[in-house]
């Protein structure tokens, strides 16, 4: 066995393992990344990036079959689905390709391949060929698909995010399990690449949103296009060419239809289990995962920081990355550790209308303490020119401050407009001075104005008076 001695161990070499070993470096210390899967990052090989291929390729086919309403007619749509998905991977594989530059780029001895075990708070095996010992280490180790067990028995038919761009070709049926934010995504862009679907949910999540209003809105929205199963039981079982899947409705009637493929998108589990967590001596806390500072990542006041998905605390690319760079620090400079700031909420689900929540969701509001203006889409100006009028969005602000605190969004571009929010509640941006910023138009952000006028309104705090106030027609 192989020993070595270094600053800072991190298990781990995904968004938050590779920004954690960046700041171990910066800060003149020597950092070992350990890897045991491939190279490129969950972001960029199986998440993010070709999720957000296969929603370009579905969004133009759902444009293209919309165009009619336009007075376009482009013809006879069809879909090529061998060409979507080498799209996908080629795309993907470039994108994947800048994270294996940045990793060949190491010099040998700061990456080991293996799987990382703790025998001791900082001293871990690597697949029994190597020892190191470390002065603080970083556990940036992610996580992986849920399979619930009540669709395990669809065996091979069983395809989560890991696998399903690997498929050459579109399957020409698929049940998709769970209506998180990636089953929704996943889901919605096979249905609009011809793919025939059906969403099944034990609850009735709906991506992100929590809040009552919004998630009515989203799922009547969303009933129009998709098949949607909330509420119900569902399992899948393997036939001799596809999979049975039976589902019990809130009725209690059962049903049961046949699907060439079940996409498993029912939650992630933190890659925890394994890895000797038992000889750390950390508190756990839910799921086993260790009890850690937000603002520092340190679990408890060990020399053990965590990052990324495997807290399962924000489970998003720009967390994991603010969390690798916060715990890699002060892995570098344990026991001396910082605490650092962290950026408002910020979620989109890249469905069509899109979800997003900038700063609080509803669930985490004093319900005391805000009040909610509202738009709604329908008749928004330019949401309407574009045909994409539909949709919802709730800010909350304080009574007593009057600042806007948080948003919960279902619309077109909210991906954009749930940025201005994030930016303006991170700004300390009232609702008053938030409305005496300039509004183009016609854009979808007038629709976020009245929703700030309402607001405001019930505030009873007041902007800037603005005589030349230009309105427009309907849905400013
Ligand atoms: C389908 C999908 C779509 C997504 N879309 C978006 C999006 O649009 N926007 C967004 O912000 N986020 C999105 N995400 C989330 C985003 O991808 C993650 O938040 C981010 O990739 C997490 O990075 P990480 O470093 O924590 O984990 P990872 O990149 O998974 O890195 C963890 C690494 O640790 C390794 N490892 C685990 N255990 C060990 C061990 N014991 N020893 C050695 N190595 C080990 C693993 O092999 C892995 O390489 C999406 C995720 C998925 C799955």
């Known amino acids: 066995v192989r020993e070595r001695r270094v600053d800072v161990a991190v298990i781990g070499a995904g968004t938050a393992g590779l920004s954690a070993r960046r700041e171990v470096e910066r800060a003149g210390k020597s950092a070992v990344m350990i890897e045991d899967g491939p190279y490129g990052t969950t972001c960029a090989r199986v998440g993010c990036m070709p999720s957000k291929l296969l929603i370009a390729a579905a969004d133009l086919a759902h444009e293209v079959g919309n165009a009619e309403q336009f007075g376009v007619r ?82 091979d038919r069983v395809f989560t995010t890991d696998h399903i761009f690997e498929m050459e070709d579109l399957p020409g049926s698929a049940a998709i399990v769970g209506t998180g934010i990636i089953g929704l995504e996943i889901g919605q862009a096979l249905k609009r690449l011809g793919v025939r679907t059906a969403f099944f949910s034990k609850s009735d999540r709906l991506a992100q949103a929590t809040d009552p209003v919004v998630k009515t809105v989203v799922r009547e929205v969303l009933s129009r296009e998709l098949a949607l199963h909330l509420d119900v039981e569902v399992a899948a079982e393997k036939t001799d060419d596809g999979c049975r899947v039976r589902w019990r409705a809130a009725d209690g009637a059962e049903h049961e239809e046949i699907f060439d493929i079940v996409v498993a998108a029912a939650g992630r589990v933190p890659n925890l289990d394994d890895i000797g967590l038992e000889n750390c001596n950390l508190e756990l806390g839910e799921r086993g995962i260790p009890v850690f500072d937000h603002r520092t990542m340190q679990c408890g006041r060990s020399p053990i920081f965590i990052a990324g998905d495997v807290t399962a605390e924000r489970p ?8 690798g760079h916060i715990a890699g620090s002060n892995a570098a400079r344990f026991p001396e550790v910082r605490a650092r700031m962290r950026r408002v909420p910020l979620s989109v689900t890249f469905t069509d209308p899109q979800i997003a929540i900038a700063g609080d969701a509803h669930r985490d509001l004093d319900h005391d303490a805000i009040e909610v203006g509202e738009v709604r889409y329908e008749d928004q100006g330019r949401a309407r020119v574009m045909g994409k009028n539909a949709g919802i969005v709730r800010l909350y602000g304080e009574r007593e401050t009057g600042l806007l605190v948080g948003a919960e969004m279902f619309g077109p571009r909210v991906e954009n407009t749930a940025h201005l929010l994030a930016w303006a ?52």
């Open 425 to 476: 509640i991170q700004g300390s941006l009232s609702v008053g001075r938030a409305l005496d910023m300039p509004f183009y138009h016609p854009v979808v952000e007038e629709g976020i104005r009245t929703a700030l006028r309402d607001l405001c309104g019930k505030l009873k705090v007041h902007g800037m008076p603005r005589p030349h106030d230009l309105e427009c027609g309907p849905g400013t």
């Open 316 to 323: 998003l690319l720009h967390e994991a990355s603010d969390e």
């Open 74 to 155: 482009p013809g006879k749509l069809e879909i090529d689905g061998r060409a979507v998905l080498e799209r996908v991977r080629r795309e993907r594989d470039r994108f994947v390709g800048f994270v294996l530059d940045s990793v060949d780029d190491l010099a040998d001895d700061e990456k080991i391949r293996g799987r990382a075990r703790f025998v001791a708070p900082t001293v871990l095996v690597v697949d029994g060929h190597t020892r190191v010992m470390a002065d603080a280490v970083v556990i940036a180790t992610g996580s992986r698909p849920h399979i619930p067990p009540s669709i395990a028995k669809a065996g």
